[in-house]
């Protein structure tokens, strides 16, 4: 398996730090509002991956945090007349239910920042008596960057290339401009937690350096969010856990790309920003799924309401497929071509290979869901030229096939059509004195009494067939295999 390396700017070949177990972090949101479709992308990226490393039997330990603590929650608070405290835990909750609705997987571990003062109060004075940070005047303690030879390394940026972009800020108590807060001192209001340097609060980036080091030990195979975290965050991060454990602290950085809508960058004043729970209160989480999944997760993603509608058509016609596969392996009639089925069992297996191939290749899921999509044609091309002489192994191999591929990937595929009615059997028994107990045999009996209707231009007859499937919620379909009940 390949890895795109965000650090070394390389495809590298992933070897991780134990056999068969992954450790992996991906950064939470600051819960101050509802997450936009952005950040949807960015999880649902991660999701993949983590599925595809689970599918790949990796052991994956999964860590996200929740940054409960931080200026927006605060702005927010005060904003609303609210506690910070209030606005991080109805936040914190909408977002564990919209990933939920979205089908991302719960991560195994899931850090609050107010909960974990203790720890990163412990590294910022080990890194404090390493000579890697100091205490100001003001109370605040700042990560001095120049103490870290490797700093610039996660983003790729030197160190004497920030300066010249560097704000300079009126902050006589930073000893040079590119130096972070490790520890806010508290202003009145805000929230506060004792430390030796005075009451305070935590900064951002030392959180996930923290966590990443109670929860999963240092260093860690995979360290992921979205491209913006790069710098400064991710470079903030791994410089103090590198200063402070000086053990390293993630051999893959992984980013993924923007989300732009309609071809423009999301803005609240361009009028195209999104929530993600706006998105689906209107489509299903698998079609944007899908959508997403177009793309690969480095590109930019292009979103618009016209393609996660076109997303929304692709999955009724692989949800459809796999259902005729089905009802045509079950309902064969006749001797089935053993050349065509031969092709068709090839045809999923090669849709198999490249799937993995593409999956392999950096988590390629637009190849990958290429590969299903030709495979699916191919089934339906089959299911026309076969008619009812169906080959139920490759239909079975070919709908596995494409179920399987697309419950890795974290894309619910409609359920079948449930069971037909009970209440057939006594359709059948006014209709044409069926006096069996098999619904299934129910319907055939119906069918072909429709047929013979049809065939005596009896449309009356035909009509009230109809009508009286149609009260039940069923619809007659016809196909090449010939005609079959469906729920409407
Ligand atoms: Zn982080």
Sequence with gaps: MKIYNSATRKKEEFAPIEEGKVRMYVCGPTVYDNIHIGNARTFISF?????????????????????????????????????????????????????????????????????EIGPMIGMIKSLIEQGHAYAAENGDVYFSVRSDPSYGEVSGRKIDDLMVGARIEENEDKRDPLDFALWKAAKPGEPEWPSPWG?????????????????????????????????????????QASCCWHEGFAN????????????????????????????????????????????????????????????????????????????????????????????????????????EEAMNDDFNTASAVAAYFQLVTEANTYLDEVAGAADPEACFACSAGIAGAFAILGVKLREPKEELPVGLLGVAGGLCGYTGDSVDDAAEAILAARAEARAAKNW??????????????????????????KRA
């Design 47 to 115: 999701d993949v991956i983590r599925r595809w490393l689970i599918a790949s039997g990796y052991e994956v330990t999964f860590a996200q945090n929740l940054t409960d603590v931080d200026d927006k929650i605060i702005n927010r608070a005060n904003e609303q007349g609210r506690t910070a405290a209030e606005v991080a835990e109805e936040f914190s909750e909408k977002f564990i239910g919209i990933m939920r609705a979205a089908n991302v997987m719960d991560p195994d571990i899931r850090p609050r920042a107010t909960k």
């Design 199 to 239: 009451k305070g609060r935590p900064g951002w980036h030392t959180e996930c350096a923290a966590m990443v080091h109670r929860y999963l030990g240092t260093p860690i195979d995979i360290h992921g969010g979205g491209s913006d975290l790069a710098f400064p965050h991710h470079e903030n991060e791994c410089a």
């Design 252 to 355: 893959t950085w992984m980013h993924t790309g923007m989300l732009l809508v309609d071809g423009e960058k999301m803005s609240k004043s361009l009028g195209n920003f999104f929530t993600l729970e706006e998105v689906l209160e209107k489509h299903s989480a698998a079609a944007l799924r899908l959508l997403m999944l177009q793309t690969h997760y480095r590109s930019p993603l292009d979103f618009s309401w016209e393609r996660l509608e076109g997303a929304e058509n692709s999955l009724e016609r692989i949800a459809t497929c796999v259902e005729n596969l089905v009802w045509a392996a079950n309902h064969a009639t006749g001797e089935a071509d053993a050349e065509r089925a031969a092709a068709l069992i090839a045809a999923a297996e090669r849709a198999s290979a490249e799937f």
């Design 460 to 485: 009356e007859l035909a009509d009230a067939i109809r009508d009286q499937l149609r009260d039940m919620g069923l619809v007659i379909e016809d196909t090449a295999a010939g005609s079959r009940l």
